[in-house]
């Protein structure tokens, strides 16, 4: 168990639908990132957090994609009028000073 | 898993077997690697990591090789157990960025 943790587990909305993810990673992750992953690929950046500054956004991150971390220790991820597209797994991962991350279970999301 | 492909690589072993489960890297600029491990319905299992100015560093049952000239990274893990029947993702950092590329993944399954 890293103790990062996704909620919810499953997400099923329609499209056209807003949607947010919460992470909550541990008090030592002072860094904090977002991927999605699409069946049969690698988790691809989103985004990142060092404390409560979003440091970089890829270019994935439409402008649909927000994301927060207000007190630089939860985070959420939200997705305006989802599309079909956006179905995938979000990961939410942590680290602290070195560079390996600590995945959370992710947030299965199906746009229906 | 659900989010795990279905039409990933495949490498079959008999348990006890030694398995090596490779990786190309796209960047020469990239200074660290690091395998993952994810079952289904969970996050990447961090498994073992290394930076780009070594050839070759040991975990617990796990090896990770880096050949720079090719741009190869290997992970070989002796004795496999069912356990270790997962995907298996690599996956490089490049210098002075914070955000993880991921290839795509290998499917191993571990037969008793």
């Known amino acids: 168990d890293t103790g990062v943790s996704q909620n919810p587990r499953h997400k099923i909305t329609k499209r056209g639908q807003n949607v947010t993810f919460r992470c909550d990673p541990i008090?030592?992750?002072?860094?904090l990132y977002w991927y999605r992953q699409t069946l049969g690929q690698g988790p691809e950046f989103l985004t990142y957090f060092q404390n409560e500054a979003q440091l970089e956004k890829s270019r994935l991150l439409s402008d649909r994609f927000s994301a927060e971390r207000p007190k630089g220790s939860f985070s959420t991820l939200e997705i305006q009028r989802t599309e079909q597209g956006d179905s995938a797994m979000y990961l939410c991962?942590?680290?602290?000073?070195?560079?390996?991350?600590?995945f959370g279970s992710g947030t299965q999301l199906s746009v229906l | 898993g659900e989010n795990v492909g279905l039409h990933l690589p495949t490498l079959s072993v008999q348990e006890g077997d030694n398995s090596i489960i490779n990786c190309a890297y796209s960047?020469?600029?990239?200074?660290?690697f690091i395998w993952y491990k994810q079952e289904s319905g969970k996050g990447p299992q961090f498994i073992i990591d290394?930076?780009?100015?070594?050839d070759k560093r040991q975990g617990q049952r796990v090896t990770v090789l880096l050949n720079k000239t090719v741009k190869h990274l290997s992970l070989q893990i002796a004795a496999t157990q069912p356990g270790d029947s997962a995907v298996y993702f690599c996956a490089e950092k490049m210098a002075g960025r914070r955000a993880l590329t991921f290839g795509s993944g290998t499917r191993l399954q571990v037969q008793p």
């Open positions: 991962a942590g680290d602290s000073e070195g560079e390996k991350l600590f």
């Open positions: 008090s030592e992750h002072n860094r």
């Open positions: 960047n020469s600029a990239s200074d660290y």
């Open positions: 290394i930076r780009s100015n070594m």
